[in-house]
Antibody
Framework: EVQLVESGGGLVQPGGSLRLSCAASGFTFTNYWMHWVRQAPGKGLVWVSRINIDASSTRYADSVKGRFTISRDNAKNTFYLQMNSLRAEDTGVYYC????????????WGQGTLVTVSS | QSVLTQPPSVSAAPGQKVTISCSGSSSNIGSNYVSWYQQLPGTAPKLLIYDNNKRPSGIPDRFSGSKSGTSATLGITGLQTGDEADYYCGTWDSSLTADVFGTGTKVTVL
């Protein structure tokens, strides 16, 4: 069974940092591109970042470019989102998700981890 | 902010049909595959439709997808109370070079 489990969320002050982790199991992690998607309270889904299979290519939404860094450790079947210079508008639930290679759909999702940026 | 526009809400009685539209442009829906996601209250999104009209294993055939030009549509027939959820379309935008989601539609079963 495919499982994605996020961790690392919490309360942080504006300007602070957090690192989210997503532990993957039940599939060959090195075959998949992985993504982070977030959802502000009461709002819709917003794509944040993605990483390819060997971490040679990453991409970010304009709203987080220069502040967030995505990475992965294939030996640990885990990928990460390092979030720096956090702002109130970064508040929300962060989901890790797996991309289907052919159709660019997100075919498995974690349960989400809540990040709250507030003083 | 989103480049994909959906109606905020749709509703119908149990057993009836609803359709949800997703309007985009030539750089997203017009040239890429469309997916649809269901988000039940308090849960993570779940893939409902991929490749415009294909259902993953386990998704009932009450759910269907279609695409024409720069728009896509999700249909739900035989509406059930368990279908009450938010639904999002999604695709790749070749101009933005980013994945994008629709604004989301809340389905209410009357």
């Amino acid at each position: 069974e495919v499982q994605l489990v996020e961790s690392g969320g919490g309360l942080v002050q504006p300007g602070g940092s957090l690192r989210l982790s997503c532990a993957a199991s039940g599939f060959t992690f090195t075959n998949y591109w992985m993504h982070w998607v977030r959802q502000a309270p009461g709002k819709g889904l917003v794509w944040v970042s993605r990483i390819n299979i060997d971490a040679s290519s990453t991409r970010y939404a304009d709203s987080v470019k220069g502040r967030f860094t995505i990475s992965r450790d294939n030996a640990k079947n885990t990928f990460y989102l390092q979030m720096n210079s956090l702002r109130a508008e970064d508040t929300g639930v962060y989901y890790c998700t797996r991309e289907d290679g052919w159709y660019r759909s997100f075919d498995s999702w974690g349960q989400g981890t809540l990040v709250t940026v507030s003083s | 902010q989103s480049v994909l526009t959906q109606p905020p809400s749709v509703s119908a009685a149990p057993g009836q049909k609803v359709t949800i539209s997703c309007s985009g442009s030539s750089s997203n829906i017009g040239s890429n595959y469309v997916s649809w996601y269901q988000q039940l209250p308090g849960t993570a999104p779940k893939l409902l439709i991929y490749d415009n009209n294909k259902r993953p294993s386990g998704i009932p055939d009450r759910f269907s997808g279609s695409k024409s030009g720069t728009s896509a549509t999700l249909g739900i027939t035989g509406l059930q109370t368990g279908d009450e959820a938010d639904y999002y379309c999604g695709t790749w935008d070749s101009s933005l070079t980013a994945d994008v989601f629709g604004t989301g539609t809340k389905v209410t079963v009357l």
